[in-house]
């Protein structure tokens, strides 16, 4: 119900809340579009305009009416316009190639945002933002429009730590991510993407975290982001309103447009093509194109992509899924699938009295500009056993979370929605999951992830408590909260040590559940076919010409926001790449 608008897009229950979603009373009627020189919309498309919609856009097409066919010919064919399938665009096309992307999503853009949660999650996220795991434990969101993720994520731009760079170049033999080379490609995608270090304002969950590191003698970091440092948008998960935020939509998918990439939006990826490698040749197959097909379903043709190079830039979701429908069988396609597990703390900060030194409400203000680092306690300062950010909730993802008292404690928890503060805690998973489908992901934690969680909850609704709020908890599903009034040093440290990870639902008697929007690995890199999916420049160990260009091929989990990371890799592969075509590596 919280969701839920009238045609003045109003919700009787908002101003009871104090809530008012961003820019739905002034909303912006400059339609601006970047891509729109390279942007081919099948859901506006019909079988008799489609066909003159690629030939003007520089296609290469011919039908098939026998075999109910678009054929294209193209240099290189990326599935997928997020953090991987966007920079490899803007790589490739810059080096001469013409490339064609396909991106299952919509193309939307400042002005098309609503700011409204429930249209928000349908047309920007798969499957309007509800992926279970498949014991239901873990709640998975993934962008599923023009930019990806980058269009829909919360802005932090952190770099690849130099603890995991060490890890991924030691311990799994991965020269790259010690080599200069891949310095360079940060410093290339922090310059492409603005990303600045400072915040002029913090919203008030910010302000929140700041101050109870502060009277703790914690350290509260300030977070890099993909904006200017007067961004101030809270409501960046339904699309930035603003235009501030650079995800691919606005920074490297305009720049392979203008180098003649062409974008085919509400297509999905089919199967790819592969043929029989001559001349005795190490690998057998070489990928030659995908079957792709419209989510429109008035265009019943499908499309047949012949390229000299295939790119997979869907996700570390469904990439693995792609790869083992068409017949691909390496052992680490859809393994070592990592999450960045997380859970969430609130804390109540009524508008008057101390606590009202905390300006805005929840809603309101960039959504992540600080971080805290929770570190062993024997001083150990590799890396943190959890990170502490701030997370972005809408009243009705709220009102989901809220676990069931009574009616009337739910109401009164809705009332204070807009003081309530939240805090998630998110570990760098030592355990993994497995894509087996698109509908099939399994996931566990280990007994280390609990353990970190546990210490990370626990200093989370520390930081709470110093910060001045009035009443703590978690949204296990016990209700489990503390009214901090009053309460002395041991009835707090009673009630924190009562506070543990749980399990999923169902799975004993408290529970919670757990939420993710970093999903890496799952088509890992390897030095060899035995440890990974791909190699060290992103290549198929099974077929020549295909690559994977996503946060898949991450060898394990980042422990921190991954953006930079994903593209950073993908810079390094695209431009490797981009090399070898030169050279005629690859031919049609």
């Known amino acids: 119900m919280f969701e839920q608008v009238d045609d003045e897009c109003n919700n009787p229950t908002w101003e009871a809340m104090g809530y008012k979603p961003e820019g739905t009373t002034t909303r912006n009627t400059k339609k601006e579009r970047p891509l729109e020189k390279?942007?081919?919309?099948t859901r506006y498309e019909t079988p008799s305009t489609l066909l003159q919609s690629l030939t003007s856009k520089g296609v290469q097409v011919t039908e098939d009416p026998q075999n109910n066919l678009y054929k294209i010919k193209c240099d290189v064919v990326i599935v997928g316009s997020g953090c991987g399938g966007g920079v490899a665009a803007a790589v490739l096309a810059g080096a001469g190639q013409k490339v064609v992307v396909l991106e299952k999503g919509n193309y939307y853009t400042s002005s098309d945002y609503s700011s409204l949660e429930g249209p928000s999650m349908d047309e920007l996220y798969d499957r309007g933002g509800k992926i279970p795991t498949t014991d239901g434990s873990v709640a998975l969101l993934a962008g599923s429009t023009v930019g990806g993720g980058t269009a829909v994520n919360w802005s932090a731009a952190l770099n690849t730590p130099d603890e995991v760079l060490k890890e991924w170049s030691e311990e799994n033999g991965l020269a790259l991510f010690g080599s200069p080379r891949y310095r360079f490609?940060?410093?290339?995608?922090?310059?492409?993407?603005?990303?600045?270090?400072?915040?002029?304002?913090?919203?008030?969950?910010?302000?929140?975290?700041?101050?109870?590191?502060?009277?703790?003698?914690?350290?509260?970091?300030?977070?890099?982001?993909?904006?200017?440092?007067?961004?101030?948008?809270?409501?960046?998960?339904?699309?930035?309103?603003?235009?501030?935020?650079?995800?691919?939509?606005?920074?490297?998918?305009?720049?392979?447009?203008?180098?003649?990439?062409?974008?085919?939006?509400?297509?999905?990826?089919?199967?790819?093509?592969?043929d029989q490698n001559k001349d005795g040749r190490y690998k057998k197959k070489r990928c030659i194109g995908l079957v792709a097909s419209s989510?429109?379903?008035?265009?019943?043709?499908?499309?047949?992509?012949?390229?000299?190079?295939?790119?997979?830039?869907?996700?570390?979701?469904?990439?693995?899924?792609?790869?083992?429908?068409?017949?691909?069988?390496?052992?680490?396609?859809?393994?070592?699938?990592h999450i960045?597990?997380?859970?969430?703390?609130?804390?109540?900060?009524?508008?008057?009295?101390?606590?009202?030194?905390?300006?805005?409400?929840?809603?309101?203000?960039?959504?992540?500009t600080s971080a805290h680092k929770v570190f062993s306690e024997q001083g150990s300062r590799s890396m943190p056993?959890?990170?502490?950010?701030?997370?972005?909730?809408?009243?009705?993802?709220?009102?989901?979370?809220?676990?069931?008292?009574?009616?009337?404690?739910?109401?009164?928890?809705?009332?204070?929605?807009?003081?309530?503060?939240?805090?998630?805690?998110?570990?760098?998973?030592?355990?993994?999951?497995?894509?087996?489908?698109?509908?099939?992901?399994?996931y566990k934690l280990?007994?280390?992830?609990?353990?970190?969680?546990?210490?990370?909850?626990?200093?989370?609704?520390?930081?709470?408590?110093?910060?001045?709020?009035?009443?703590?908890?978690?949204?296990?599903?016990?209700?489990?909260?503390?009214?901090?009034?009053?309460?002395?040093?041991?009835?707090?440290?009673?009630?924190?040590?009562?506070?543990?990870?749980?399990?999923?639902?169902?799975?004993?008697?408290?529970?919670?559940?757990?939420?993710?929007?970093?999903?890496?690995?799952?088509?890992?890199?390897?030095?060899?076919?035995?440890?990974?999916?791909?190699?060290?420049?992103?290549?198929?160990?099974?077929?020549?010409?295909?690559?994977?260009?996503?946060?898949?091929?991450?060898?394990?989990?980042?422990?921190?926001?991954?953006?930079i990371t994903i593209q950073s890799t993908a810079y390094c592969i695209s431009k490797k790449l981009a090399e070898s075509l030169k050279n005629r590596e690859y031919t049609s």
Not at 38 to 41: L, P, T
Request: a neutral charge.
């Open 295 to 337: 989510v429109n379903e008035k265009i019943t043709r499908k499309f047949q992509i012949e390229a000299k190079v295939t790119i997979s830039a869907c996700g570390s979701l469904l990439t693995p899924p792609l790869l083992m429908s068409s017949g691909l069988r390496n052992k680490h396609i859809g393994k070592n699938l």
């Open 38 to 41: 390279g942007i081919i919309e």
């Open 185 to 274: 490609a940060m410093e290339c995608v922090n310059q492409r993407l603005g990303v600045t270090k400072g915040c002029v304002k913090e919203g008030f969950q910010n302000q929140v975290l700041r101050k109870g590191c502060e009277n703790l003698g914690f350290e509260a970091d300030m977070v890099p982001r993909n904006s200017s440092e007067s961004h101030y948008c809270g409501s960046c998960y339904c699309g930035c309103k603003s235009a501030d935020k650079q995800g691919t939509d606005v920074t490297w998918l305009v720049d392979a447009v203008n180098m003649g990439a062409v974008i085919i939006t509400g297509s999905e990826a089919k199967t790819l093509l592969f």
């Open 446 to 563: 280990t007994r280390l992830d609990r353990e970190n969680m546990t210490v990370g909850l626990r200093r989370a609704l520390q930081i709470m408590i110093a910060a001045g709020a009035v009443e703590v908890g978690t949204y296990r599903s016990d209700g489990q909260r503390l009214e901090c009034k009053g309460k002395t040093d041991e009835e707090i440290e009673e009630f924190l040590g009562s506070v543990f990870a749980t399990r999923g639902p169902l799975s004993d008697r408290f529970w919670g559940n757990y939420s993710s929007a970093h999903h890496m690995g799952s088509c890992r890199m390897g030095k060899s076919e035995k440890d990974g999916a791909v190699d060290e420049n992103g290549e198929s160990w099974e077929a020549e010409g295909l690559f994977v260009c996503d946060g898949s091929v991450l060898p394990s989990a980042v422990g921190v926001n991954p953006m």
């Open 340 to 368: 960045h597990p997380s859970l969430m703390v609130w804390g109540y900060f009524p508008p008057e009295g101390t606590t009202s030194e905390f300006e805005g409400k929840v809603s309101e203000g960039g959504i992540i």
């Open 385 to 442: 056993r959890a990170l502490i950010e701030t997370p972005a909730l809408g009243p009705a993802a709220c009102a989901v979370l809220i676990p069931w008292e009574s009616g009337m404690d739910v109401k009164k928890r809705m009332l204070r929605y807009s003081r309530t503060a939240n805090l998630f805690v998110m570990v760098r998973d030592e355990g993994s999951g497995e894509v087996r489908s698109k509908t099939r992901i399994a």
